[in-house]
């Protein structure tokens, strides 16, 4: 099963931007898809962004315009570039993998990160 870490994350001031990456252990390129979710405290998870194999990408919508999902299959990692963030963008932020080597058009992620911290201050 394909490891998968998290970094990037941490206190930014509204307006700011960070950028994460998540670093897998192996090759992500035969991945059906990639994402980000996001859990802020007492929500549930959500997904705040998925790119397929290939690349094409969706974004929850208040993030769209905002947020920029990416994957380097050659360095095997997957980023997520955040702008113009917001107080409410706090969160943990987790990378996931749908590590199914056949086309699916419904991701289905079942390897997970271990979070990166998130704090937008107002």
């Known amino acids: 099963q394909v490891q998968l870490v998290e970094s990037g994350g941490g206190l930014v001031q509204a307006g700011g931007s960070l950028r994460l990456s998540c670093a897998a252990s192996?090759?992500?390129?035969?991945?059906?898809?990639m994402g980000w979710y996001r859990q802020a405290p007492g929500n549930e998870r959500e997904l705040v962004a998925s790119?397929?194999?290939?690349?094409?990408?969706k974004y929850e919508g208040s993030v769209k315009g905002r947020f920029t999902i990416s994957r380097d299959n050659a360095k095997n990692t997957v980023y997520l570039q955040m702008n113009s963030l917001k107080p409410e963008d706090t969160a943990v932020y987790y990378c996931?993998?749908?590590?199914?080597?056949?086309?699916?058009?419904?991701?289905?992620?079942?390897?997970w990160g271990q979070g990166t911290q998130v704090t937008v201050s107002s």
């Open positions: 192996g090759s992500i390129v035969r991945f059906n898809a």
């Open positions: 790119i397929t194999r290939g690349a094409s990408t």
């Open positions: 996931a993998a749908d590590p199914r080597t056949y086309y699916s058009n419904s991701p289905s992620f079942s390897s």
